[in-house]
């Protein structure tokens, strides 16, 4: 119940595409929902976060759309480019209790230019 | 403005050995928090430290125990290492005060752990 699952493992965009990342929760006690950036070599960093009282988020290019009763959420890369080639990390907190992040196992994309 | 600084960024050792890595929180920040990050994997959550102390624990065994200090740098010791302990280890410092949403966390770029 503490799983996120995310897909797809890998994703190969074109240079001003949309790359689309998907993740599912089980748990209904989470209630933020981040997503971060993972260069190599280098901690994740946070791009965009949402609560399940909103349905999308908007970042410039970065989109979240959040399905509360599905209990799904995805990040949308608008007009993607070479410089977005990373690893994406879905994850889920407790807005209660401690700052703890479970972690979805990653989507490796890369941008062609 | 210093991030989160951890060290040593590599280390190797030999099984049954023993390790310790070091935290520097960001300035301002007094929490602390330990992940450990297989190859290919999401970071999976260690323990938390707030005012020296240990306050949650993920499923990780005895082997990994933790301190914080005064300063409210951290440390991570490892003990028995088996070849599985092989990761990246990563430190992210937080503000309690910022709440419970870990919204404010800043990861450092961890160190590469690698047991042979």
């Known amino acids: 119940q503490q799983q996120v699952k995310q897909s797809p493992q890998s994703l190969i965009v074109q240079k001003g595409g949309i790359s689309i990342i998907n993740c599912a929760y089980e748990n209904t006690a989470f209630d933020y929902f981040p997503w971060y950036q993972q260069f190599p070599g280098k901690g994740p960093a946070l791009l965009i976060a949402i609560r399940p009282d909103v349905s999308e988020k908007k970042e410039g290019r970065f989109t979240i759309s959040f399905n509360k009763s599905a209990k799904q959420f995805s990040l949308h890369i608008m007009d993607s480019q070479p410089g977005d080639s990373a690893t994406y990390f879905c994850?889920?907190?407790?807005?209660?209790?401690?700052?703890?992040?479970?972690f979805g196992t990653g989507t490796r994309l890369l941008v062609s230019p | 403005d210093a991030g989160v600084t951890q060290s040593p960024t590599h280390l190797i050792k030999t099984r049954g050995q023993q390790v310790t890595l070091r935290c520097s929180p960001k300035?301002?920040?007094?929490?602390v928090s330990w992940y450990q990050q297989a190859l290919g994997q999401g970071p999976q959550f260690i323990f938390q430290?707030?005012?020296?102390?240990?306050?949650q624990r993920g499923n990780f065994p005895d082997r990994f125990s933790g301190h914080q200090f005064p300063n409210y740098s951290s440390e991570l010791n490892v003990n028995a290492l088996l070849l599985g302990d092989s990761a990246l280890y990563l430190c992210a410092s937080s503000l309690e005060l910022t709440g419970p949403s870990p919204d404010g966390y800043t990861f450092g770029s961890g160190t590469r752990l690698t047991v042979v």
């Open positions: 300035s301002g920040h007094d929490t």
């Open positions: 430290y707030y005012e020296e102390e240990e306050r």
């Open positions: 994850a889920a907190s407790f807005n209660k209790g401690f700052q703890k992040l479970v």
